[in-house]
């Protein structure tokens, strides 16, 4: 897993670690770690890598892709910059369909029998990205698979995708992270243990 990118997400805190104090996520998880790689977009440098990693990954692991497909919202400038980079087509797919005007979930030019690869900034439990793979299928796109810069490294999530027979490639994850930012003297080893520990529950 690429340490350079874990260690672009610490200093920019796109992750910010706070094992004494858990964040709340949506889904009602408490969390010790919170990921914002929103903020990637906000420095050129680093979103610039990003979509180089990206883009190799997908060369190496989908290299029949003819679609890039971002999913709303966090992945649609990553799907950007990639689908740029290797001069291909580009979707964003909606968690559900507009209320109004066409009611679209796929935005962009969709095409059944397209192979595509979905775009994530962050995978935690592996639901979203799911829900994309199948409203791309439900079009008639072939999905080769899920793209994303980072990973926690759920259970949960490798069992989901395991079922949708979904293979999933990411830049980092959650040990490298952790391993970073020990080295970076972000948190200390009783915190690494605490941030384990937390992450074996999943």
């Not at 260690?7 to 094992?19: D, R, T």
């Not at 969390?31 to 990693?53: K, T, V």
């Not at 299928?137 to 079922?163: H, M, P, R, S």
């Amino acid at each position: 897993m690429n340490k350079q990118l874990a260690a672009y997400l610490l200093e920019i805190k796109a992750v910010e670690l706070n094992p004494e104090n858990p964040f709340t996520w949506a889904s009602g998880i408490k969390s010790p770690i919170y990921c914002d790689n929103r903020l990637i977009m906000s420095y050129p440098e680093i979103r610039s890598f990003a979509a180089d990693q990206l883009t190799e990954l997908i060369k190496t692991n989908f290299p029949e892709a003819d679609i890039i497909a971002g999913t709303a919202t966090a992945g649609i400038p990553h799907a950007a910059w990639v689908s740029e980079r290797m001069n291909l087509p580009m979707n964003y797919v909606r968690s559900s369909a507009k209320k109004h005007g066409k009611t679209n979930q796929i935005e962009g030019k969709v095409t059944a029998g397209k192979k595509a690869v979905v775009i994530e900034d962050l995978i935690s439990t592996g639901g979203s990205s799911i829900d994309a793979v199948k409203a791309l299928e439900d079009q008639g796109i072939e999905v080769l698979g899920v793209a994303a810069l980072f990973t926690y490294g759920f259970k949960k999530a490798e069992q989901q995708f395991k079922e949708a027979g979904v293979p999933c490639y990411t830049i980092t994850d959650f040990d490298t992270l952790i391993e970073q930012a020990e080295e970076m003297n972000y948190i200390s080893k009783d915190q690494v243990t605490e941030l384990a520990k937390w992450k074996s529950e999943f």
